[in-house]
Structure formats: C-alpha cells, structure tokens
C-alpha cells in the first residue's frame, strides 16, 4: 500500500513503535549527560536536552520526560545549513545567540550538533544544548539583568567544530580554557555532551540496521507528519476567533518604566498565529528575546506548545507539532531583539509571554486554561572563592521559581510552575557541600497563592548563611515585583515577589529590590528570598470549606486570610475547627453584600489597573507611531525619554494620557535625545510652552 506522495503507508502499530524506539534514544541520552555532568545545574537541575534532528535540522525525536521538552522549537536548520562539509567525527560547537539563528538564546547554553553516518550516508544529527554556570563576562556565571549588551555576558563563539574527525580543535579548546571561571566544569560538560552524542549515534544506527535506511526515513517522516496531525487535531478543538492580550514586565531594569508585551492570537481551522505587534521595544537591558524572526520559535511558543502536550499526553514531540503554528514577532520588540541587546535574563520575558499566551487562551478556552502563574524565576549564582589558589567556585543555588495558577478544576501546583517545571530541586545536602552555604530555611511562602474556587499554587522561601568572605550573588529572573500574578473567573492575585533581605531583623539588613547587580555576603551573614504565588481560579466563597481548613492547618494560608477572603468562621479563637454553619451564612452575606454581576475573566492587581487608567491603549498606539519613525537603536532611548517627558508634565494626575500628549513629550524628548533640537514642534508650540504642558 502506498501513501499519495509515494511513500509506503505504516500501520499504526508499526508506527508507534519506530516513534517510541527513537524516542527513548534520546531519553537515554539525556541520562548519560546528566549522569556524566559536572555542573550542578546540569547533573542536579536538569537544564539540558538531547534530540535528533533529520540532515535538515527536523527534529524526529525529542525527550518528553527529560531536559527542557519545549525547547523543540529552537531552530537548528541554519547552522546545519552553514556547514558546507560534515565528516564523520564532527561535533560543533555555538553558544553565540546571534549567529546562530535563534538557536541559542543566550551565552551560557553550550550547544553541540554532531553528525550520523551509516554506511557512508549523512543519515542524522544529534543535536544538545546544556546551561554552563560560567562562560565568562562581567559577573559570576556570566548573567546579571543589568548589563546591558551581549558583549558584557562572556565568551561567544559563533558555529564552529570543536571536533574535526574525532580530532580536538585546540585553538577553540584554549580559547574557551581562557575566558571562562571554571574551566574544568565546563569542560567535564562539554565531554558529557559528547557521551550523551556517542549513545544516540549508536542506537540509532542500531535502528537503521534493523529497519533498513530507506524504511527508517520514511517512519522518520511519518512521526513528523503524526506529531503535525496530532497537533492540528488539538488545535481544531479551540473556537474560531482572534483573542486579545497584554501584560507587563515590571520595568526594563535601568528606568521604572514597564515593559508591554502585547499579543494577537488568530486561529483559523486547525493552524494557529501569534502577532506580538505592539510590543515595546527591546531594552538596555539582559531581558531581551533573540529569536530571530523565527516562525515558531521557543521563547514565543511555549505556552501553546505546552497546551498541546498537555492536552494529548500521547502526542510525540517533534518538529511536526510545530507545523501548524506561525508567528509574527516585529524586529527591534522584546521579543526578537537584533544585537547587540543583551539576553541573559531572558527567562523573565519568556515566561511572561508564556502567560499571555494563556491569557490569550482562556478567553476561547476557559475550561481548559490556567490563571497566570508566579511569573518569574530567581536564579541565584554564588560565587565564593578558593583560598588555596584563588579560583573561585561558581554554582547555582536554586531555581526559585513559585507557584503555578489554580486551575479550572483544582489547585495550583506549590513551588512550580510550568514554564520551569523541568527543573528538578537541588538537594540541600548538595547546596551545603558544593557551595560553601548554610542554608537555615526552604519553605512555602504563607498566603501568597491567590485566593479562588481553585488556589493559586505557594511561592517558595529560601534562606541560606555565607561561610566564606567574599561570597558574591548574581540575580537574575526578579520579576512581578510590581504587577501580581492575574487571577481567573474571579479568582484573586498571587501574593508578589518579595525583595531580596540581608540579616532581616538585625542592625545592618539591607533590602535589595528589583534593580539588583552584585550582592556581596561576608561570613555570616544571611540571604532570604520568597518568590511570588499564581493567582486563584474562581470565587474564593465557593472553595470547599475542608480545603481552607486543611490549609490553614499546614500554614498554608493564614487564619486572617481564610476569614476574610474565604469567608469561614472556626469554632473558637484557638481552635482551627471550621464552624460549618456560621460560615455558610457569613459566605452568603458576602455574596448578597457583592451582588449579581458578570464574574470577570481576570483579576488584576489595583497597580495594574490604576497603571492602565493613565498610560491607555491610546497613549501607547501613539508611542508605536513614534517608534516607526526611528531606527531600532534609537526606539531604545526614545521610549523611556518620552515617557519621563509626559510624567513629569502630568504632576501625578490620574488622568488617562492622550495621544496628544505623547506628541508633546517626543517633542521635547528629541532634543534630550539629540536628536533634534526643535524651537518649537510642528505645530507651531515652542519648546518653553511645551516644558509647561
């Protein structure tokens, strides 16, 4: 039997079983890198993955239960492509995010492509990434949100072999010796990627043994083609439709001005679009996303990449899934930044994006979509030194991440959330060994998921004690610090990020809010952080009374909270007995006391909303209209210029800003700029009338 493009059909038998064979090639690889790792965060964490990619860079197997399964959609086409020649005993080596075409997103995560030969023929490629903790530039572990171009955040290499025929290219090896702080790490998973390279190519020649090469590639297109219909048959589930959202990074780090995303999402029978324009320009800040204009990139994916795998957990993950999507995503915005913008931190704006997405969806999907989860992930980086020879050890802490939103039918996961739910815990015991850290307390953070029908899921609290001097934290991922994590259907807000403490309750605490660089610790001294909840799904009155109660038992919500937001009653001042009866009646008042009303799909924080009276859809139309007249380079510069314009025209008026008056601040603001300097604006008002305005 043959398929209409001449292909032999499969069965659906035969199918699945070629797709779990390559499948679990790759699983096993996975768990020969993190077995062979030397870096906490690749052996421990798990921020790494393994795939197979076609000689085109179609991925036909990618792990599902390993590593990071949403980094499928980074593309590797480009640099197979710029390869003119591969050999057997190749392996390439790219950590650069701007030559590489998207494909790494920023410096430390090592990027490997070697190829796969079988009787003479290119039949593969094995493709890995990894997060080194160091690759050099301006701080330990080579990130901190505050730089503010690429070139601060360490050693680049563009796509390059490493290996030429099993042979080590010294030069790239003493290059990358020569820049980093911890070069044997780096080095030990550099190697573990090479082993983990070493499995796949053998099992997969295995498999083109037992199957033939030219029955191999046909089952290899037709996981792809099964991963594309299995995605389409998910997307054709959601309503026909354009829906609509935006969300806020808190600031861009070096101003106090927020950073909009905005996003258009249109399906249309079984195929997806997702248009970011609108969103702000990208910052002198490391939060930007370099995706290329990749039609399906990771960092603007994510979120529908995870509702499709959720949705049909059978699903294979492979480029085929990917098919249906496409994404528009304006050069120079946030979220496809050209050099040389800096990238390090761009955890935060991806996973912000990943909520918008989900906001986008629950307007067509309410049943199936989550409230926005905590928003962020901090990475701490130590650094502490080695008073023996003078190196200094580098590590990450703990991805300290926080909740995920309630759900439609239950409650929010505590201390995770699924933009880095692949992340596993470091051991406390691995911490304290490896760091050089005490750490005293590692809990969920009271009363900060959303309150709801469904709530929110805990942010998590660490503290840990410096032991050596000199001991430096670089940040990283600090975000909702200022706008909480949205509630759904009428669920509350997560609980926002707390600022960093140093020595809380002593003489000498400092408070380190969301513009951290370096934070330095003598012996002693101690560091808390506590991240943010997700917000709630649905009415807190209509929780089931056992769930506040058992809550309230675990400390996971405080008395206060569960009598004034859940409405509950206990049976005595002491007790944490819920007097069924009482609350029953004090939940009706409250609901009678609130009246009949449309229940709101979102529940936004009052600084968001009091922030969206006053700068408008309006105002912010206006700003792009500016924006189009300028270069990339200079959109950086004029946002912030004109928005300090107009605020400090406005006296702190509560007044929704006009269009009109954003045409007033980029007059003034181009002169503070240099980039004109006008007597007066095109219509006719002097710059002196102007300053008054």
């Known amino acids: 039997m043959r398929r209409d493009d001449g292909k032999q059909a499969t069965d659906a038998i035969e199918l699945s079983i070629f797709s779990t064979l390559v499948s679990a090639v790759v ?4 768990g020969v890198l993190a077995r062979t790792a030397y870096t906490t965060f690749v052996k421990e964490i798990e921020d790494f993955s393994v795939a197979l990619a076609k000689p085109d860079g179609t991925y036909f197997a990618y792990p599902g239960r390993s590593g990071v399964p949403t980094a499928v959609a980074l593309p590797a086409e480009s640099v197979i492509a710029g390869i003119s020649e591969w050999a057997p005993g190749d392996i390439l080596f790219v950590n650069d995010p701007y030559t590489s075409g998207g494909m790494v997103t920023h410096s430390p995560d090592i990027t490997m492509i070697a190829p796969i ?3 003479g023929e290119l039949i593969a490629f094995c493709w890995a990434f990894l997060h080194s903790s160091d690759i050099g530039g301006a701080v330990p572990g080579s990130l901190d949100a505050s730089l503010t171009d690429v070139y601060q955040e360490g050693l680049r290499i563009p796509p390059a072999k490493l290996y030429r025929g099993g042979q080590l290219n010294e030069d790239i090896y003493k290059i990358i010796k020569a820049n980093v702080r911890v070069p044997y790490q780096l080095w030990g998973d550099v190697q573990a990627i090479v082993s983990a390279f070493r499995t796949a190519s053998e099992r997969l020649i295995e498999i083109f043994e037992r199957y033939g090469v030219a029955r191999a590639k046909s089952l290899i297109d037709e996981c792809i083609d099964y991963g594309e219909a299995k995605s389409r048959a998910v997307i054709a589930e959601i309503p026909d439709g354009v829906y609509r959202f935006k969300d806020y990074l808190d600031d861009d780090i070096s101003s106090p001005f927020p950073v909009r995303i905005c996003l258009s999402i249109e399906k249309q029978g079984t195929e997806i679009h997702l248009d970011f324009t609108g969103t702000d320009p990208q910052v002198l800040a490391a939060i930007n996303l370099a995706t290329a204009g990749h039609k399906h990139h990771t960092w603007v994916t994510t979120g529908v990449v995870q509702y499709l795998l959720t949705s049909d957990r059978k699903m294979p993950v492979n480029s085929g899934i990917l098919r249906p999507i496409r994404v528009t995503a304006p050069a120079g915005t946030l979220v496809h930044a050209v050099p040389p913008a800096s990238l390090g931190g761009r955890l935060v704006s991806g996973i912000r994006v990943m909520d918008i997405i989900f906001g986008a969806l629950l307007q067509a999907i309410p049943d199936r979509v989550p409230a926005a989860g905590s928003g962020q992930g ?24 926080g909740g995920t939103g309630a759900r439609p039918t239950c409650d929010g996961y505590d201390g995770t959330n699924y933009s880095l739910s692949f992340m ?4 406390v015991e691995i911490i304290e060994t490896e760091l050089d850290l005490y750490v005293h307390r590692y809990y969920f953070v009271p009363d900060s998921g959303g309150a709801g029908r469904f709530r929110g899921g805990l942010g998590v609290g660490l503290s840990a004690e410096a032991t050596k001097p000199d001991t430096t934290i670089a940040l990283r991922g600090v975000e909702r ?20 403490v140093v020595n809380r309750g002593k003489p000498h605490e400092t408070t380190y809010r969301k513009r951290i660089s370096l934070i330095r610790l003598a012996p002693g001294d101690v560091v808390e952080f506590q991240t943010s909840g997700g917000g709630g799904f649905g009415d807190p009155l209509d929780r089931d009374l056992a769930k506040v109660e058992r809550d309230c038992r675990y400390g996971y919500v405080s008395r206060a909270v569960a009598e004034e937001l859940y409405g509950l009653v206990f049976t005595s001042p002491e007790s944490m007995e819920v007097d069924a009866d009482a609350s029953s009646i004090k939940r009706s008042e409250a609901r009678a006391a609130a009246g009949e009303g449309a229940v709101p799909i979102f529940g936004f924080c009052e600084v968001r909303k009091e922030y969206e009276a006053v700068w408008t859809d309006e105002a912010y139309d206006e700003l792009q209209n500016v924006y189009a007249t300028l270069s990339i380079h200079a959109r950086v510069y004029a946002k912030g210029a004109i928005m300090a314009r107009v605020n400090t025209g406005r006296n702190g008026s509560p007044e929704p800003i006009t269009a009109a008056e954003i045409r007033k ?14 007597t007066s604006d095109s219509s006719g008002t002097s710059l002196a009338q102007l300053h008054q305005l």
């Open 424 to 427: 596993k815990n470091t051991p």
């Open 378 to 401: 901090i990475m701490p980086v130590y650094s502490t030194p080695d008073l023996s020879d003078g190196s200094r050890k580098v590590n990450m802490l703990q991805p300290l991440v």
């Open 665 to 678: 601040g980029w007059a003034l603001a181009k002169a503070d700029l240099g980039l004109a300097t006008p």
């Open 27 to 30: 699983e096993e690889a996975c």
């Open 481 to 500: 610090t200022r706008f909480a994590p949205w509630g759904a259907m009428g669920g509350h807000c997560g609980r926002r990020t707390q600022p960093v």
């Open 117 to 119: 030969f079988h009787q």
